[in-house]
């Protein structure tokens, strides 16, 4: 895992789009792509980049279930507006949250995530440590499946909608092996709410209990953080 703490925000940004312009010059084409409040500025660099992304295709972490696709804060909504208005993809997939049998809809997307390799996954941590909407508790074995969400994370999520009760209770999201099969791991934790997940992570505990600390496991994962933490 490599570290880099870059306390200025724009820059940190700036280095995201970087490594992502790098991937995409060394023949990159499958990206993971996250939500969340932290990629807002990313997405925002990217659609102001010269990056093209019209030979690529994109698949989401997650997605709510319990809200219509086009409610403003269903992801795909999220990253219509976000992102692909502005920079299509060849090809987006998100997970359904409308569909009619949900478990059915979480096996055809793992499905369909086998049948391609992600060489980059942008993934965001929770304040409880989460990756996608994978809980504490998750069995790093997971693939893709259907999540009862966690009180924390309907709290943490709130601020995007207009009260609590409007926060979605389930959602689809890719498991955590599911995201641990993509080539190469972004992540970004900005700010101090997600102190408790890097710190673990930087611990070097690998725990259920620490859904982010799966990651690891994982050969080629970098970590973009604004936090002034203490690297050992
Ligand atoms: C959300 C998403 C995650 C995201 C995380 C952090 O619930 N499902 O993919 O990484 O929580 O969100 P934020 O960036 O708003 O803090």
Known sequence: MKLEIIQNQEQLYKRAVDIISNHLKNGADTFGLATGGTMLPLYENLRNSTLD???????????????????????HSYMKRQLFDAKPFKAANIPNGEAQDIQKEANAYEELLKSLTVDLQIVGVGENGHIGFNEPGTPFGSESHVVELAES??????????????????????????ILRAKSILLIAIGEKKRFALEALLNGEITEEIPVTSLLQHQNVIVLTDLNIDDR
């Not at 030979?55 to 804060?73: A, F, R, T």
């Not at 994370?153 to 601020?159: L, M, V």
């Not at 009260?163 to 092996?177: F, H, Q, R, W």
Request: hydrophobic share 30%.
């Open 153 to 178: 994370t309907r709290e943490a999520n709130a601020r995007f909608f207009n009260s609590i009760e409007e926060v979605p209770k389930k959602a689809i999201t890719m498991g955590i092996s599911t």
């Open 53 to 75: 992304f019209s030979h690529c295709q994109s698949v989401n972490l997650d997605e709510y279930v319990g809200i219509p696709k086009d409610h403003p804060e269903s992801y």
